[in-house]
């Protein structure tokens, strides 16, 4: 939730991967730290803690590929335990090029070491966008987030997010955008709640007030869960987003994703798998929907180097595009 954008459960997937927006920052959503472990695990007798309400499609979305267009090369450094940098260089005929510099500074309390949470995360890029990013983790069940963002010289988002995690439920607060001079503001509420071992049910309530409008929009969000799938449904007035992952074997992952918006009057259906083939350092992620895109991407790992291949091609076949991508990452 790295956006007021995000702040709702509006379908990600309608304007991807043929959109002329930027890339989102890798850090652009909950760290995956963030996640409790898969619920099927706990066998203590207790309910389990059902986790962040933004990850409750990770499973499905992490199948499908990655959109990348153009040329890339992203150098990581490690200078120390606790300081990592990274250096992005994108080239693209589609939309502009640019070069983008990011920086995590890792935290050191005893919550979060083990995990390699990140404390304080910042990227530029050259077009002078900035994106500032904390993570900190209060107590051992409270965490806080804050969020700025700036586009050029303006600022674009600026939020605050508390979160609270009981032994089976998850509580979190976010102010997005408070303005005192045009009396606006975004307030973001979401609740999970474990009511099985393989059962999570909760809701997200979205209220905005301006000086010329005012509303809310109820989210109802419910997860089932087994050793190899995942079934999740959210649905509200602004419209459902159903997904499913099955996980066939080690090598194979499979997942379907259906979206609607009542804003658009668009509904998509995408279906998404990966596979690995350890032997060959590769993973392969491919997808298919509903508006004829099709698209893959494969990563190869460069051993002994440290460094990864990455090759990719999406074609749309009603709009008649094509997009194809070759990236290096390095580090």
């Not at 790295?2 to 930027?22: E, I, K, Y």
């Not at 890798?26 to 730290?33: G, L």
């Not at 933004?54 to 150098?75: A, N, T, Y």
């Not at 798998?273 to 993973?283: G, H, K, R, S, W």
Request: net charge neutral.
């Amino acid at each position: 939730m790295g956006s007021v954008l995000a702040l709702s459960s509006s379908p990600g997937h309608q304007n991807w991967p043929f959109s002329t927006d930027p890339p989102p920052s890798r850090w652009d959503a909950h760290p995956a730290h963030w996640d409790s472990p898969p619920r099927w695990e706990r066998r203590d007798g207790r309910l389990p803690n059902p986790g962040s309400f933004h990850s409750l499609h990770r499973s499905c979305k992490d199948v499908f590929p990655q959109q990348i267009e153009g040329v890339k090369m992203i150098l990581n450094k490690t200078l120390s335990s606790f300081f990592k940098v990274s250096h992005t260089l994108h080239l693209s005929a589609v939309s502009p090029s640019y070069y983008r510099f990011h920086v995590e500074h890792l935290q050191s309390d005893d919550y979060s070491k083990d995990k390699d949470a990140p404390a304080l995360i910042g990227e530029m890029d050259s077009s002078g966008s900035l994106n500032a990013h904390a993570l900190l983790h209060l107590t051992e069940r409270v965490r806080a987030r804050t969020v700025f963002q700036t586009q050029q010289s303006q600022f674009v988002t600026w939020q605050f997010e508390t979160e609270y995690r009981g032994n089976d439920f998850t509580a979190a607060v976010t102010v997005a955008n408070p303005d005192i001079l045009r009396e606006s503001v975004i307030l973001v509420a979401h609740f999970l709640q474990s009511v099985s071992s393989g059962l999570v049910l909760g809701g997200e309530l979205v209220y905005h007030r301006g000086r010329a409008e005012e509303g809310g929009i109820l989210t109802l969000a419910g997860q089932y869960s087994r050793p190899n799938w995942v079934a999740t449904l959210n649905a509200g007035k602004g419209g459902a987003h159903a997904s499913y992952y099955h996980r066939a074997n080690k090598q194979i992952q499979v997942g379907v994703e259906f979206e609607a918006s009542t804003r658009t009057q668009e509904t998509t259906t995408s279906f998404g798998y990966q596979m690995e083939l350890p032997e060959a350092n590769m993973v392969f992620r491919g997808m298919i929907n509903s508006r004829c895109i099709i698209g893959g991407v494969l990563e190869k790992r460069l051993t002994p180097l440290p460094a990864t291949l990455i090759m990719g091609a999406f074609v749309n076949h009603k709009g008649d595009k094509l997009q194809v991508g070759l990236g290096i990452n390095v580090g």
